[in-house]
């Protein structure tokens, strides 16, 4: 008779034996070694068991583990039906540390913003905001789990959440917050650089927690939306537009490759765009014809056959090395590219190339003159 | 196993058991029967069990999908499924998917009901259980006497609750395969209703 034979034996559970499947015994040796006596013979048992198959130990390790998890979510369960202390919302810092941008006034494309009165803070969040800050331990990392998985605690058990409609409040690893409307759908993609937040589908808050090095973006269709330390929510228009109002702080709002003429939104604002779908892009040498091309990030200049003296000015706005055209008639000359819109010398050594100039430095600035 | 297991097992029920199903269904499709998913899902637990330290893991959930994905490779090699075609095309499109993983992805009501449906498969008697043994921090005997029943009973009223919650989880993946199948390209780590 297998160990787990014996232990389920001793259980009285009808149905052990070496025919119970390995998911089956490992269930019986998680709930002995958590919750039974487990003298010298019982741990003899268990090992034997363990050594006898290496799928017996993975789903001894599967089984502890749904075992701990459904504990803790009781545990957390019961927690939630405890008394709630006075309601303390989490602070966030509303000021922001966006890069400058120019302000750039609304134009024909764009609709005029308009004024909005913030929402109503989500009684979930300040119902839960102080235990979760103020909470210890496994407790603390359990609701936050649970949280992340965007469950209200109260409506695991069948009471009517806290919140009205179909909110859901998920916390993100940095310690924002995002909230999603009925049908919305995030992928978020937390990395060294930047805090990427697609947003797939309905609409999304976001109270965002500052971190000066990781910008927080979420995009929307072919929208972005920039911030860090504010609170905003961003909502899906169509295949590739978006909306943004912004409650507290001020984010940027850009569609797809012209970061560099981002409008600024602050608190109260709304703007929508739709860049409409993006132009084809055209098969380039040794390239496959009709690949689609990878998606554009935040930092891109995009040129569509421009003269290079409005593309300097382009980089100008947004770099504090200025590009200076010491000829004209390298200014006629027309360029096509993606640029980072952060590195003007990469632009100018591309721009001399094409206008048959070459590139000198001087007080500071980046010239191109004609050869 | 004593206080580094206990660590590590803390870690994977926090980290790792929510992303469970999300990886199940993704072995399901990129894999389909090429695999036994039970056993590659038992050797990843097993594998990551057998880390000294988690500290350094940023992105758990990815860390599940790739060591999955080792061993579901590795299980495949030593069949000697030697089946280049399906193996070059299975590792493509990882890399098709690129990376980073997403940390976590959301659908507002989806999620909500697998976690409901998680805790609604819990009977009640485990739960009871539980909340005296856990909550409450009775003893076994203390426990036992509570709910008038022997003591074996209130570890069979677990062991049948643990079963019980496992299973639900694999069967619930099961149906949702047969929707499922043909997803090829499709970016596999996000969890959620796929929109036809």
Redesign the interface.
């Known amino acids: 008779m297998t160990g787990a034979a014996r232990a ?1 034996r ?4 009808a149905s052990t034996g070496p025919n119970d499947s ?3 015994q490992a ?2 040796w ?4 958590a ?2 006596d487990m003298t010298p013979g019982n741990r003899a048992d268990l090992e034997r068991w363990l050594e006898a198959d ?2 017996h ?3 001894y ?15 957390d ?2 927690a939630a039906r405890g008394p709630v202390p006075a309601g303390v919302t989490p602070g966030l810092a509303s000021d922001n540390d966006n890069d400058r941008a120019d302000r750039k006034q609304a134009d024909g494309r764009w609709q005029r913003p308009a004024l909005l009165s913030a929402p109503p803070a989500s009684r979930f969040l300040r119902r839960w905001g102080r235990r979760i800050a103020a909470g210890g331990g ?1 407790l603390a ?2 609701l936050a ?2 949280m ?5 605690l109260p ?3 069948g009471t009517p959440p806290a919140v009205e409609g ?3 409040v ?1 916390r ?2 940095d310690g924002s917050v ?1 909230r ?12 060294d650089g930047v805090r990427s937040i697609t947003l ?3 609409a999304a808050t976001f109270e965002v927690a500052r971190d000066k090095a990781r910008p927080f973006v979420v995009r929307s269709g072919d929208v972005y939306a920039q911030a860090t330390g504010t609170v905003y929510s961003v909502s899906r228009v169509g295949d590739t537009g978006g909306t943004v109002k912004v409650m507290e702080g001020s984010v940027l709002v850009w569609p797809r490759d012209e970061r560099d003429q981002a409008v600024r939104l602050v608190a109260g604002g709304t703007v929508t765009l739709d860049p409409g779908p993006s132009p084809l892009p055209a098969a380039g040498p040794g390239g496959q014809p009709g690949r689609r091309s990878p998606p554009p990030d935040m930092a891109r200049i995009s040129l569509d056959n421009v003269p290079i003296a409005q593309a300097a000015l382009r980089f100008n706005r947004v770099n504090s090395t200025k590009i200076v055209i010491a000829d004209p008639a390298i200014g006629d000359v027309r360029i096509i590219g993606h640029y980072k819109s952060n590195d003007p010398e990469q632009f100018a050594q591309a721009a001399a190339i094409i206008s048959g100039g070459y590139v000198e430095h001087s007080n500071g600035e980046i010239v191109i003159r004609m050869k | 196993m004593g206080e580094e297991c206990d660590k590590v097992t803390a870690w994977i029920a926090r980290e790792i058991v929510p992303h469970e199903a999300a990886v199940r269904r993704w072995m399901a499709r990129r894999w389909g029967h090429a695999v036994d998913i039970e056993d590659v899902i038992q050797e990843a637990y097993c594998r990551l069990a057998g880390l000294a330290s988690v500290d350094h893991i940023d992105n758990p959930a990815g860390y599940f999908h790739r060591t999955a994905h080792a061993v579901a490779s590795d299980l495949m090699r030593r069949a000697g499924i030697i089946n280049f075609t399906l193996m070059t095309q299975i590792e493509w499109s990882v890399v098709m998917d690129g990376e980073p993983l997403p940390d976590r992805v959301v659908e507002a009501g989806q999620e909500l009901e697998r976690v409901r449906g998680l805790m609604s498969a819990l009977p009640d008697a485990c739960r009871r259980v539980i909340e005296l043994r856990r909550v409450e921090g009775l003893s076994r005997r203390e426990t036992a006497e509570r709910l008038g029943v022997s003591e074996n009973d209130v570890k069979n009223h677990l062991v049948r609750g643990l079963q019980k919650v496992m299973k639900t989880l694999a069967e619930q993946d099961a149906r949702m395969d047969g929707d499922d199948r043909g997803g090829a390209g499709r970016k596999a780590e996000r969890i959620g209703k796929h929109r036809p």
Do not use: T, Y
Request: hydrophobic share 55%; glycine share 10%.
């Open positions: 389920g001793r259980n009285g559970l390995i998911e089956d269930a019986i998680a709930v002995e070694a919750h039974g290496r799928r130990r993975g789903a390790v599967r089984a502890c583990a749904w075992l701990r998890a459904a504990e803790e979510a009781v545990m369960a019961h496994a990392a359990s789990v649970l992340a998985l965007g469950v209200p409506s695991l058990f179909a909110e859901q998920v993100l690893r995002a999603l409307g009925p049908d919305a759908r995030i992928e978020v993609a937390l990395s797939l589908n309905g």
